[in-house]
T-cell receptor
Framework: DSGVTQTPKHLITATGQRVTLRCSPR?????VYWYQQSLDQGLQFLIQ???????AKGNILERFSAQQFPDLHSELNLSSLELGDSALYFC????????????FGAGTRLSVL | AQSVSQHNHHVILSEAASLELGCNYS??????LFWYVQYPGQHLQLLLK??????LVKGIKGFEAEFIKSKFSFNLRKPSVQWSDTAEYFC??????????????FGTGTRLQVTL
């Protein structure tokens, strides 16, 4: 168990819908990262938050947004869902930002039908 | 932008065979290097990491990796694989850094299948 908790484990929804994925980092970790894992794109970095503020952005679509709350948990919001958004979404956390080991959650498997 | 190449996409080995998985990265500055493993249906787990110092690093479950700066490589090795090593292996690079901004760039992964 990495100490990073993601909910829900599975999500099945329809095209055009909006979903929210939740991540609780390891106790004391200030950074939260979101990654998308799909068969065709592999593991792609989406976004990083550090202590409530956005710190780095990767290949995140405009339809996707994230935030980190004062208690350090994070949510990834995916809207206007398309079939191609079906993927495994991982959250990771680290103690700070630079150079630290990232610990991954079990992921949320999103299926868009 | 940083990129990571894993040249072996699918490797099939018999138990007790030796393993070497290749990993090359593009950025020539200061980087941290990682190997993660993903067992079927599970999350990514850290196998080993290199930050600095001895370029030969040892990880969990008998894995080791060698950092060769001149070749931009960080190959993963294990002298004798077990059936339980069947998994997907990802090489990842963390860097370059900007303050507290950080991200891991992953390779495409190598699927290892160990047969009895």
């Amino acid at each position: 168990d990495s100490g990073v908790t993601q909910t829900p484990k599975h999500l099945i929804t329809a095209t055009g819908q909006r979903v929210t994925l939740r991540c609780s980092p390891r106790s004391g970790d200030l950074s939260v990262y979101w990654y998308q894992q799909s068969l065709d794109q592999g593991l792609q970095f989406l976004i990083q938050y550090y202590n409530g503020e956005e710190r780095a952005k990767g290949n995140i679509l405009e339809r996707f947004s994230a935030q980190q709350f004062p208690d350090l948990h994070s949510e990834l919001n995916l809207s206007s869902l398309e079939l191609g958004d079906s993927a495994l979404y991982f959250c990771a956390s680290s103690a700070s930002g630079t150079g630290n080991i990232q610990y991954f959650g079990a992921g949320t498997r999103l299926s868009v039908l | 932008a940083q990129s990571v190449s894993q040249h072996n996409h699918h490797v099939i080995l018999s138990e007790a065979a030796s393993l070497e998985l290749g990993c090359n990265y593009s950025y020539g500055g200061t980087v941290n290097l990682f190997w993660y493993v993903q067992y079927p249906g599970q999350h990514l787990q850290l196998l080993l990491k290199y930050f600095s110092g001895d370029p030969l690093v040892k990880g969990i479950k008998g894995f080791e990796a060698e950092f060769i700066k001149s070749k931009f490589s960080f190959n993963l090795r294990k002298p004798s694989v077990q059936w339980s090593d069947t998994a997907e292996y990802f090489c990842a690079v963390n860097g370059p850094y900007t303050g507290t901004a950080s991200k891991l760039t992953f390779g495409t992964g190598t699927r290892l299948q160990v047969t009895l």
